[in-house]
């Protein structure tokens, strides 16, 4: 007799990677994390748990690191009613973050969302994730199949992907028909992954990724058209400040360029 396998399409827990320092900030994150900086009055990481919940997310495991104490403070302080939020701290933060992800083993249920603190993302986006029943063992990212429209494109993590599949996925592979948004689906299957990836001396998540695109268990959805930002550095978080203003990154990113220019003169 043939067992089919579990699926998963109820979500509602998030894993939220909130461990690193975010160096390419320089001063601003000497005392303060990277998850509490601000726009528009609201730390980063409020954004990402608020724009999660609009998704249907009602619980959370942070996975925190650098000054994780005052992450770990402002969210005891200022957690959402209806909402619960449990904080896990990794020691290991300044190794690759994969080191992060397999902190939360036996802490998240079967299947979760997973996503970073500096990553903004529209809720649809989520619910492309969900929209499919997720097997058991596999796991999915969302990819903007667009790449000239990603800023910051040199330092993105890149993906090759065919027919919902992702075949390859790095900052440095040669080819690739996609960008890694950050936020993914997963089950169970993400941690043996990394530990097998983790054993070769490759620690990120993206490691992680490519063991389950090996094995066949890596899943592509398209998201591209749906808003999703990655915030490393100063430019970064003044695109985002901008967009949820209902202002265009490339209007963005002129305006930025003209303060700048003024700077200097």
């Known amino acids: 007799m043939t067992i089919e396998p579990r699926t998963f399409t109820d979500i509602h827990h998030a894993l939220i990677i909130a461990a690193g320092r975010g160096r390419r900030f320089h001063a601003d994150t000497e005392h303060r994390p990277k ?63 994969g080191i992060s992800v397999l902190a939360a083993r036996g802490a998240v249920p079967d299947a979760f969302a997973l996503m970073m603190a500096d990553h903004l993302f529209d809720p649809r986006l989520l619910g492309k994730l969900f929209s499919t029943p997720l097997i058991e063992g596999h796991c999915r990212l969302a990819v903007d199949f667009h790449p000239p429209g990603v800023p910051d494109l040199e330092d993105a993590t890149k993906v090759k992907a065919n027919d919902g599949q992702v075949l390859d996925i790095g900052k440095e592979i040669p080819y690739y028909n996609g960008i890694d948004t950050g936020v993914f689906l997963c089950t169970e299957g993400i941690f043996p992954a990394l530990e097998t990836a983790v054993s070769r001396e490759r620690e990120s998540l993206s490691e992680g990724v490519r063991e389950l695109a090996r094995r066949g268990r890596m899943e592509a959805m398209d998201v591209t058209g749906l808003f999703w930002l990655d915030i490393d550095d100063e430019t970064g978080l003044f695109t985002a400040k901008a967009a949820l203003r209902g202002i265009s990154p490339l209007h963005a990113q002129l305006a930025r360029g003209q303060t700048d220019d003024s700077m200097g003169r």
Not at 50 to 62: E, K
Not at 71 to 92: D, F, H, M, Q, S
């Open 35 to 97: 998850p509490l900086l601000e726009i528009d009055g609201q730390p980063l990481i409020m954004h990402v748990i608020g724009r999660a919940a609009r998704a249907g997310i009602d619980s959370f495991t942070v996975i925190t690191g650098y000054r994780g104490e005052d992450i770990e403070a402002y969210l005891t302080r200022e957690t959402p009613a209806g909402i619960c939020i449990r904080c896990i701290r990794n020691t290991e933060w300044e190794r690759p973050n």
